[in-house]
């Protein structure tokens, strides 16, 4: 592999972020955990973006930034909250994603097209 990669995670406290973390901590020289997103489970994802040395980490209700926020205090990696912020930003400057969809996120985006 030439290079290491840079990851995003979209749904990391769910079966299929925590397979994908999992796998991703088994070759640490590979893998630059970029971002995490979660719904609503700050301490997963505190707890996740701590033990991959993420370097943000966003949960999806704006309400849970300060616990979030909290959760992280002094780990040196960025809270952010909201579904805006789940837009993976440019500055992430990620080579894979992976993404697991909340069905209510995915329910909301059919109804309105």
Do not use: C
Not at 82 to 111: C, D, E, F, M
């Amino acid at each position: 592999m030439s290079g290491m990669k840079s990851v995003s995670i979209f749904g990391a406290t769910g079966s299929v972020g925590l397979s994908t973390i999992d796998l991703l901590r088994r070759e640490p020289d590979a893998y630059r955990v970029v971002a995490l997103t979660a719904h609503s489970d700050i301490d997963g994802l505190a707890t996740q973006a701590k033990a991959i040395g993420a370097q943000i980490a966003v949960i999806a209700q704006d309400g849970l930034y300060g616990a979030l926020k909290d959760a992280l205090a002094g780990s040196g990696i960025e809270a952010a909250a909201g579904q805006a912020a789940w837009v993976p930003s440019p500055a992430w400057n990620t080579t894979i994603t992976t993404i697991r969809v909340v069905a209510r996120l995915a329910a909301k985006a059919v109804a309105s097209a």
